[in-house]
DNA sequence: GCGACAG
DNA sequence: ATCTTGTCGC
């Protein structure tokens, strides 16, 4: 199966492929250490097919930008909780094959293994690419957590049945968590440093945020080139 | 049956 | 996610 192929799955068949990816997942130690770190998002208007991937690079950890690419793509595959990878990933793997450098690890906006099958869009990512991922994502979609107390950093494990499947993190006071969990070839411990180190002053880790604005104003500035002619 | 439900 | 201004709180 193809990323260019996942719009002529049905729901069920999505759903069949991630059990079957699901044995591929390795959460281990990262074999190497990041020196590039990068981060993904993708954009879009309401009811429009036409999506906005973009990917950014950082130094890590110093946190600041390299270089960024970005593509205009399309996708009939609607928005389904639990198969988001199936409307995002083929866009997200355009602009990666456009990357003139690859980063050692990628974080993507969304969950990692915090799933109902471990098949997040950082995790399916991460098994497609062959490339360290980790999810970060705004909300929950699985596991049960305790409130982290209202400090930077302070964390609690997210629950499904027995097992650890993430960290709700406290990245800033007064601010809602934000929920890490590995991607592929990653710990669930390493995930949360890593994110932990990218934090600036923001709820949102730099990798992910960055992505966030460059995918916008691409969205924006492609929205507004028609309009543009009549203004002469 | 009811509530939950990444982006 | 996107649509959108001001506004409450630190």
């Known amino acids: 199966m193809q990323p260019a192929d996942y719009e002529t799955l049905t ?5 069949a492929y991630q059990n079957e990816l699901r044995q591929k997942i390795r959460i281990e130690p990262l074999d190497k250490p990041i020196r590039i770190i990068g981060g993904a998002d993708i954009s879009f208007n309401k009811y429009s097919e036409i999506v906005y991937a973009g990917i950014i690079l950082l ?3 110093e946190m600041t930008v ?3 690419a970005s593509v205009v793509s399309r996708t009939s595959f609607p928005y389904i909780s639990g198969l988001l990878a199936f409307r995002e990933v083929p866009a997200l793997l355009e602009v990666w094959n456009k990357l003139d450098i690859k980063p050692d690890l ?3 906006d969304g969950q990692g293994i915090a799933h109902e099958r471990r098949l997040g869009i950082a995790t399916h990512f991460g098994l497609v690419t062959d490339v360290p991922t980790i999810g970060s994502a705004k909300s929950r979609l699985r596991g049960k957590y305790a409130e982290p107390a209202n400090e ?3 964390q609690s494990p997210m629950y499904d049945r027995d097992e650890v499947i993430g960290t709700a993190l406290r990245t800033k006071r ?3 968590p934000i929920f890490i ?5 990653i710990s669930m411990e390493q995930s949360v440093e890593v994110i932990k180190n990218c934090i600036r002053g923001y709820r949102i880790p730099e990798p992910t945020r960055h992505a966030h604005l460059l995918v916008n104003k691409v969205r924006v500035d492609d929205s507004g080139k028609d309009t543009q002619f009549s203004l002469f």
């Open 11 to 15: 729901p069920d068949q999505a759903i």
């Open 174 to 176: 007064n601010c809602n």
């Open 152 to 154: 930077v950093f302070a």
């Open 66 to 68: 390299i270089s960024h």
């Open 59 to 61: 130094k890590y950890p």
């Open 181 to 185: 969990s590995p991607g592929h070839r």
């Open 106 to 108: 990628l974080v993507l």
